[in-house]
Structure formats: C-alpha cells, structure tokens
C-alpha cells in the first residue's frame, strides 16, 4: 500500500509559476513510477508528467511541454511538479499517480494509487 498526499495548489495568475508536492508513505516510493493528471470541471482526467522509479526518463503531454517540470528525491518520498508561465487553462485539480508497472505512463488504469487532489486555480 502506497499513501500519497498532494499540497502546493493555489490561486495564480497567468504567467506565475507554483510548485506540487506528492508525499508518499508506506511501501517503497523508489520502486514506484509516478505521474501527474489534472481534472477541469466538466473534463475527463488527463496525462501531465510522468518520471521513472529512479528519476532518469520524463514525459510530458504536449500542452506542458516546455513549462513544466516533474522531478523526484527518493530520499524525500517526495514528486513535484514545477509549473511555469502558468494559463487559465491549466487551471484543474491535479492527482499525483504510483505505478508497479508503467508500461504507459499516459494511462491512468496503469497505476496502483492516486492521491486526492490539490486545486490549482490560474487567473486571467
């Protein structure tokens, strides 16, 4: 069993930037790939970010690429996401993933655990 506990979601403009946390307890985080997804209102969850157990492959969707940044410290238990240059569009609740076997990092039904969300608000 993996616990995982997302902070940092707030209210920023466009243009700000804002920095995710996922805590995770129990079961061995480096053994875990992990993700970022985001939930607008009135939308399907999708693909943000994902990293590799030991931190040495990313992937972005299109709509992040170049803004953000997910990164890990294994010895922290601890995934973030560094958002940059911030749009209203990004504005969503963001989940943070584990996955055993993350034979796509983009599909949400590949990972074993999810927090529960932070709200990331981005004015215009």
């Known amino acids: 069993q993996v616990q995982l506990v997302e902070s940092g979601g707030g209210l920023v403009q466009a243009g700000g930037s804002l920095r995710l946390s996922c805590a995770a307890s129990g079961r061995t985080f480096s053994s875990y790939g992990m993700g970022w997804f985001r939930q607008a209102p009135g939308k399907e969850r999708e693909f943000v970010a994902a990293?590799?157990?030991?931190?040495?492959?990313?992937y972005y969707s299109d709509s992040v690429k170049g803004r953000f940044t997910i990164s890990r410290d294994n010895a922290k238990n601890t995934l973030y996401l560094r958002m940059n240059s911030l749009k209203p569009e990004d504005t969503a609740v963001y989940y943070c993933?584990?996955?055993?076997?993350?034979?796509?990092?983009?599909?949400?039904?590949?990972?074993?655990?999810w927090g529960q969300g932070t709200q990331v608000t981005v004015s215009s």
């Open positions: 993933g584990a996955c055993y076997t993350c034979n796509n990092y983009a599909r949400q039904n590949r990972y074993d655990y």
């Open positions: 990293i590799s157990w030991i931190g040495s492959s990313t």
